[in-house]
């Protein structure tokens, strides 16, 4: 059994690490470490987990990680994983990191977008962690730059088509609305109830960190400069996350041809369910899943090609990838520990 430790594990993405790997039928969680909740049972902090898991909370200790665990997953904020993944390396433990700081291959790019990088040197080596598409090369990683879930839910439809030249770059549009999970657990004014409750806003309009991700990306899917527009929205549930994207397709490109691209590029992958035509994507049918639903317009009068992409945030969006990467990682089978069927209600 592979020991697997989770630094962070009482923010939201830690917790349903520890939900998915608690069931993993080929790991063991061995270590928890959090900073607000050290010394305390873990499931007296989530007590949903109560006879689930027995593991009580630690305060981060590189050393003491690398003695109980064989991989690590960091939720945590960034700026502080790039602190700690060279420390992790040099003992042999690989990571997965949910944060942005392995994100970006380029130094320059993520310092345009969050701050300057102190572990540079690990940028090169570390793999992108959309699992669908970069799956050959997260096999070899000792580290992942696991993606943002606004990422995951555009990026996965929108490269097999730039890939395939079947859009014109110039037109990409991505509407994004995400639950209020995805802000985090740590208290904040625009994330209370009152402020939250029957309402929805845009926010970070033209400014969103994950809009330098996405570019980055897509550039280098399409092997020339790509910039989409992003509008993120913050709606009023706990989880979930539902991206509209707008583009033109290339001349003579009609709505078969989207189809037929995206079902071959995906027909091996699990997780990925091409929705038939006339049905749209619902957040509520890829809840608590690592599913990402993916359906397909054309707008006759418009020629206007319309995607719509449902994800959990927290799941496909966060820790359910993480765990499909560590499988990947670790030659097993992709769907371990990942395959609980979404909530029909």
């Known amino acids: 059994m592979t020991r697997v430790g989770i630094a962070g594990a009482t923010g939201y993405a830690g917790a349903e690490l520890v939900r ?51 991989i690590v997953f960091l939720a945590l904020p960034h700026q502080l994983p790039m602190t700690l993944v ?145 509008v993120p929205h913050l709606i009023p549930m706990s989880r979930g996350m539902l991206t509209t994207i707008y583009a033109t397709p290339g001349r003579g490109v009609e709505a078969e041809d989207i189809r037929h691209c995206l079902t071959v590029a995906y027909s091996d992958h699990p997780f990925i369910r091409i929705c038939a035509q006339g049905r749209v994507p619902d957040t509520l049918h890829v809840k608590g899943s690592n599913y990402c639903d993916i359906g397909i317009e054309l707008d006759k009068r418009t020629h206007r090609l319309i995607l719509i992409c449902a994800i959990d945030n927290l799941v496909k969006g966060a820790a359910g990838q993480a765990v499909q990467n560590m499988n990947i990682m670790l030659g097993i089978e992709e769907t371990a520990g990942l395959i609980p069927m979404p909530y029909p209600l």
């Not at 470490?33 to 499931?43: H, Y």
């Not at 009580?56 to 050393?63: D, H, P």
Request: include cysteine; glycine fraction near 6%.
């Open 20 to 70: 998915i790997l608690s069931g993993h039928p080929r790991v063991e969680l061995s270590i928890l470490t959090s900073r607000q909740f050290a010394g305390l049972k873990f499931d007296d902090v989530y007590p949903a987990m109560a006879g689930r898991v027995n593991l009580t909370c630690e305060e981060l200790v590189v050393e003491q990680v690398c003695d109980k665990a064989d």
């Open 86 to 230: 060279p420390k992790f390396i040099k003992r042999n433990v690989r990571v997965v990191d949910l944060s942005a700081d392995f994100r970006f291959n380029d130094a320059a790019v993520y310092a345009s977008a969050y701050q300057a990088h102190t572990a540079e040197d690990l940028l090169e080596s570390a793999v992108y962690g959309l699992s669908e598409i970069y799956f050959e090369a997260i096999r070899s990683a000792s580290l992942i730059g696991n993606p943002g879930c606004y990422p995951t839910s555009a990026l996965l439809p929108l490269i097999p088509l730039v890939k395939a030249g079947l859009l014109d770059l110039d037109t990409l549009i991505v509407d994004s609305k995400s639950g209020v999970s995805g802000a985090g657990r740590s208290l904040s004014l625009t994330s209370h109830f009152c402020e939250v409750n029957e309402s929805v806003k845009a926010y970070k309009v033209a400014s969103h960190r994950h809009n330098a991700e996405m570019d980055a990306i897509l550039s280098r899917e399409a092997k020339q400069a790509v910039q989409l527009t992003f």
